[in-house]
């Protein structure tokens, strides 16, 4: 691991704004450009963790903004170890963490961190998420992860009632986040912490090394130290992540042992097992469905999307452990379902 590290913005800044990239060079920069733009009121340093990009990302980063702190690594080491080792070197009495493919706008940081000064009981925050064309982006929060809410995914369910919050719970049904509200997970592309919280906790689980990871630690925040995470729709950034329907076979084998670590964690054994079974429905739900598409009606689409789940199905020996490694060779972190 190469470190570069340049003086911070401020001596004693209040904020820690830590960015995780991985080959998204030119977002990346348009989200540190944004921070610089709309953070007008809150002291803060940045730093940047370059996970071993090989699009040119660190010297693109070193070039424009000399004045960050800027972590590049020989080996992606995902997510959640990318940001446990980027607030060794913070030294803000809070911690933001955002994802590089964001944009804020309107005082956005400003507005997260006066929400958190009224709010300092729910001890995680976070705000509301837009897509590029500023249509809602859903995934700034989740509920917490139930058999039932898994089921209504595996099986469709969720497709059929996507605003009704007994067959879409995670999502909170049709909740547009256009209003203060306690939830279970606030998501890593924009979640707000104390660093005396984070420290406590331990910080993220490194078995979760892509997705889960914001599940995991809001449920520790929630038993541990009473914390009620809460988001504010004052506080509104661009995401991006999400907009592309393609299904990737590595994403989704990703986001399944994420779920699993989850379960085999916090949940019994028979709860385990039941949620491991789930997932096996999922996958032959959705390979037996392309199939079938793709078999009545000759589509091209349907054929890739059922070698996709073919794929995932073939793998399935190394997803229903879980992160039962603690490694994998996951590359852009985008929240989902």
């Known amino acids: 691991m190469n470190l570069i590290t340049v003086f911070p913005m401020h001596d004693h800044p209040i904020l820690s704004i830590i960015v995780v990239s991985y080959n998204t060079r030119d977002v990346t920069l348009d989200c540190l450009r944004s921070v610089f733009t709309e ?70 940081i400003d507005r997260l961190m006066a929400f958190a000064r009224q709010q300092p009981q729910a001890r995680i925050w976070g705000g509301r998420t837009l897509f590029g064309d500023g249509s809602l982006n859903p995934t700034s929060c989740w509920r917490e992860m139930s ?55 331990g910080g993220f689980d490194k078995a979760f090394f892509m997705y889960g990871e914001e599940a995991d630690l809001c449920r520790r925040a929630r038993r541990d130290l009473g914390a009620r995470p809460m988001i504010t729709p004052q506080a509104e950034i661009i995401h991006y992540g999400g907009l592309s329907d393609t299904v990737r076979a590595a994403k989704m084998e990703r986001l399944i042992r994420a779920k699993i670590t989850f379960a085999e964690k916090h949940w019994s ?35 890739s999307n059922a070698d996709t789940w073919l794929q995932i199905w073939q793998t399935r020996k190394t997803w229903l452990q879980g992160y039962s490694d603690g490694h994998d060779d996951g590359s852009t972190k985008t929240p989902s379902p």
């Open 39 to 108: 953070t007008r009121e809150t002291e803060f340093e940045l730093i940047v963790v370059d996970n071993a990009s090989s699009d040119g990302s660190a010297e693109a980063i070193r070039a424009e903004f000399p004045q960050i702190r800027l972590m590049t690594l020989q080996d992606n080491l995902g997510f959640a170890a990318a940001n446990n080792l980027a607030v060794k070197e913070a030294s803000g009495n809070y911690l933001l963490l955002l994802n590089p493919d964001t944009l804020l706008q309107n005082s956005s």
């Open 147 to 201: 058999l039932w809410s898994q089921f209504c995914w595996a099986t469709g369910l969720l497709r059929m009632a996507p605003n009704s919050p007994i067959f879409n719970p995670a999502a909170y049904g049709g909740w547009k986040r256009d209003s203060v509200r306690q939830v279970d997970i606030i998501t890593g592309c924009f979640l707000l912490i104390a660093r005396q919280d984070w420290e406590t906790l």
């Open 269 to 303: 054994p028979l709860r385990s097992w039941l949620c491991r079974q789930i997932f096996r429905l999922l996958v032959l739900v959705r390979l037996t469905a392309y199939s079938l598409q793709a078999w009545l009606k000759q589509s091209d689409s349907a054929r």
